[in-house]
């Protein structure tokens, strides 16, 4: 599993598909972690199955936790079960790269 991570529109999927090609990408995932928030599941065990069913994946996220803090508690929600499951995702992947400005970051 590889995770690519940036803020909005840094470049995190497009270096993704650059770097992994023909790989199965989980765009969007901070999105999915919003669906499964909506259904009532736990991020964390979330993240957990994603890894299991999917351990070759490369998942690629937005960063959705830096900036101000929102007034709305089910955005502050998100942001805090898109956190948690990256953590996750972070601890079980073979590479964790950040995308700034398209430029990656290995952190892992």
């Given at each position: ?86 953590c996750v995702i972070a601890q079980a992947s ?15």
């Amino acid at each position: 599993m590889k995770l690519y991570i940036g803020g909005a529109y840094q470049g995190q999927e497009e270096l993704a598909r650059a770097e992994n090609p023909g790989a199965v990408i989980l765009a969007d995932f901070h999105e999915t972690v919003r669906a499964a928030l909506r259904r009532g599941e736990d991020p964390r065990a979330f993240a957990r199955e994603v890894c299991r069913t999917q351990p070759d994946a490369v998942i690629v996220a937005n960063e959705v936790g830096a900036g101000v803090v929102p007034i709305d508690a089910g955005e502050r929600a998100f942001r805090e079960a898109v956190g948690r499951a990256l953590c996750v995702i972070a601890q079980a992947s073979e590479q964790v790269t950040r995308a700034v400005c398209g430029i990656g970051v290995r952190i892992k």
